[in-house]
């Protein structure tokens, strides 16, 4: 699953996430952030009780981040700047 995971992500054309080549198990708790969605309303889309594969990648040449949250069923694909500060969903995708 881990592949198929990564294998999406590179297709999202996103250059740092064609870098990622790994993913660890995170607690739902931990990556569940709220964050800003496509039509402006903040929520938080994933499980707290569940885990995820998951990772973080700096931008390049900036101060945020994206952060990588799938199961066997999503990938959530969030920007968001220095301890999860201003996160924004940029894709969620399904599996």
């Not at 569940?32 to 885990?51: R, T, V, Y």
Request: proline share 2%; hydrophobic share 35%; aromatic share 8%.
């Amino acid at each position: 699953m881990k592949e198929k995971i990564l294998e999406k992500i590179h297709s999202l054309g996103i250059p740092e996430l064609t870098e990622i080549t790994s993913l660890n198990e995170l607690d739902g708790s931990f990556v569940n952030m709220e964050c800003k969605l496509p039509n402006g309303l903040s929520a938080q889309i994933l499980d707290d009780n569940k885990k995820y594969y998951g990772t973080q990648v700096e931008q390049e040449g900036g101060e945020r981040c994206y952060g990588i949250a799938a199961d066997d069923k999503q990938i959530a694909v969030y920007e968001y700047g220095c301890n999860g500060i201003d996160a924004e969903l940029i894709a969620w995708l399904k599996l």
